[in-house]
Nanobody, 126 residues
């Protein structure tokens, strides 16, 4: 099992930056792929980025490459999402999720993840 708690969200002006944290606990965290998703009002939850359990592999949605960076510190049991040059359309609730099935691939759909945090709100003003 994995327990996840996101933090770091808030209100930021367009062009600004935020770093989200996903603090994890549980016996399988270090062997779990961790993904970030976001959900804007009246929209489906969408994949943002993910990092493999060793941290050697990452995957990003094409539209966010270059602005968002995902990385993990297994010693701190934390995964981070660094977001730069934020835009109003980045406004959403951001969730981290764990794929604890020792998957060999990085999944990009919500159904591929079996544990979720409660989410953290990111609001980007214009």
């Amino acid at each position: 099992q994995v327990q996840l708690v996101e933090s770091g969200g808030g209100l930021v002006q367009a062009g600004g930056s935020l770093r989200l944290s996903c603090a994890a606990s549980g016996p399988t965290f270090s062997r779990s792929t961790i993904g970030w998703f976001r959900q804007a009002p009246e929209k489906d939850r969408e994949f943002v980025a993910a990092v493999s359990w060793r941290g050697g592999s990452t995957n990003y949605v094409d539209s966010l490459k270059g602005r968002f960076t995902v990385f993990r510190d297994n010693a701190k049991s934390t995964v981070y999402l660094e977001m730069k040059s934020l835009k109003p359309e980045d406004t959403a609730v951001y969730y981290c999720a764990a794929d604890s099935k020792f998957s060999l691939i990085i999944r990009t759909t919500p159904g591929g993840y079996d544990y979720w945090g409660q989410g953290t709100q990111v609001t980007v003003s214009s």
